[in-house]
């Protein structure tokens, strides 16, 4: 007889963890609607044209591959084989599993960019697959939250994603958090003020390493990646920086970056996003101006967010930022935009560590009808119907069994209340109305009941 087993880097989500997964989608859903955005989905597969060459050469290794169906391999000839790789998947592979959803997102704005109106606002969540090593929190399939606006370079959109993210966190329970901001424009003006201009990319792999690693060997690494020593000692301020609240920070930073134009233009952009939160009506709670923060940096071309909560051992648990040409490498040239993405099993992992999910999250039967006999039986049924009716989450015991096990049933299922049904209950049309908590019981007529859990 087979074991059965499952994919390594795959789970199964049982009733438990899917009524408080869907607990965080649900808020984060009601949060991105509440803010006009639009759910979109695209299919699990892609074609490999649209995959490949997106992710740089490390993400090719790692995308999902689908093996043409049928006699594939009848297409595959020794000149193919001699040609190598590339030429014989062409022949046995002609689509891939999402490896995200930003690239199937940017190919859906190009192929429907005539239907859309702009500015754009979507939501997608779906699971991604990626050919990884699995680990601990880190799946070959896994969830992602993703919200864009594309066709606009309003910084309004910046300070939405703030307020949809505050939102959020305060919806879930979770109070300990930080929202880290930076823009890309002031990483390039720190290369170009130290004399390395152009080599924001390496210098901020190095820097985005401090905490781990210390001062010492972030200047070891940057030596070794081609920086002078001159470079380097100009780093100094930054790393030595005493300014804490936001306004400390930008002080700090004018002055840092006097001489660089396009850092003086990201330390504005940030200074705009800042004022029409407080137009919003809004404060600056949770808010901190992290000047070295380098998330995704070949990625995004202006504001960078990434939010951790604090008090547990979990990495980010949002990030994301502005880019300038999502849809460009399929022939749709600058079109800005920006989006984040909720990291749903972290939250998932914080919220489980410090204890905030509600008891309501479990969405089982609020009441089980159990019977004595054939005849309570149907009489359940009867009112089994009237608690649906009222939109009451309710089910009967399928089988005639001893109460006990019926009981027995509630309790495992968590199911909090039981409707027992018999001779006394069908003559004076009640039911006895048990709380499987307290132990209480009560004789009651159904719409009492129905008052009760409503």
Not at 72 to 91: C, H, N, W, Y
Not at 301 to 322: L, M, N, P, Y
Request: with cysteine; charged share 25%.
């Amino acid at each position: 007889m087979q074991k059965p087993t499952l994919p390594k880097g795959t789970r199964d989500f049982g009733p438990v963890q899917m009524a408080k997964r869907n607990f965080i989608l649900d808020t984060i859903k009601a949060t991105f609607r509440l803010f006009g955005y639009e759910q979109l989905e695209t299919p699990a597969m892609e074609n490999l044209s649209t995959l490949t060459g997106k992710y740089g050469d490390e993400g090719d290794q790692l995308l999902f591959k689908i093996l043409n169906s049928g006699d594939f391999l009848k297409k595959v000839t020794p000149q193919d084989i001699q040609e190598g790789a590339a030429s014989t998947l062409s022949k046995v592979a002609e689509k891939g599993l999402r490896y995200d959803l930003t690239v199937p997102f940017a190919r859906y704005v190009v192929m429907n960019r005539h239907e859309l109106t702009f500015p754009f606002k979507r939501f997608q969540i779906q699971p991604v697959w990626r050919a990884d090593r699995p680990q601990k929190g880190r799946y070959r399939e896994f969830y992602q939250c993703d919200a864009d606006v594309i066709g606009t370079d309003s910084l309004l959109c910046e300070a939405e994603i703030i307020l949809m993210i505050r939102r959020v966190f305060e919806k879930l329970g979770i109070q300990d958090y930080s929202i880290k901001l930076n823009n890309r424009k002031v990483l390039t003006g720190i290369a170009e003020v130290i004399g390395e201009a152009g080599k924001e990319g390496p210098l901020c792999v190095a820097i985005d390493k401090l905490d781990k690693i210390g001062r010492e060997k972030v200047e070891e690494e940057l030596l070794e990646r081609g920086f002078g020593s001159v470079a380097i000692q100009k780093l100094a301020p930054l790393f030595e920086s005493n300014a804490e609240s936001i306004s400390e920070v930008l002080n700090f930073l004018e002055d840092f970056l006097q001489a660089s134009e396009i850092g003086l233009q990201g330390i504005k952009e940030l200074q705009e996003m800042l004022q029409l939160l407080n137009n919003l009506g809004t404060d600056q709670e949770h808010l901190v101006l992290d000047f070295l923060l380098a998330r995704g940096l070949s990625y995004y071309t202006g504001a960078i967010f990434e939010v951790k909560a604090h008090g547990v051992q979990i990495g980010s648990v949002s990030g994301g930022g502005r880019y300038d040409d999502l849809t460009g490498v399929f022939g749709m040239p600058n079109m800005s935009g920006v989006g984040f993405s909720f990291g749903v099993d972290r939250i998932y992992d914080v919220m489980e560590e410090l204890g905030l999910f509600p008891d309501q999250t479990l969405t089982g039967s609020q009441i089980l009808l159990a019977h004595f006999d054939r005849k309570a039986y149907g009489y359940a049924l009867g009112v089994l119907s009237k608690f649906r009716t009222q939109g009451i989450r309710a089910e009967v015991y399928p089988d005639l069994t001893k109460m006990k096990k019926q009981l027995d049933y509630a309790s495992k299922k968590g199911i909090p209340f039981v409707a027992i049904c018999g001779d006394d209950e069908i003559k004076n049309e009640t039911i006895a109305f048990k709380n499987l908590k307290t132990g209480e019981q009560e004789s009651m007529k159904v719409e009492d009941a129905i008052n009760r859990l409503i």
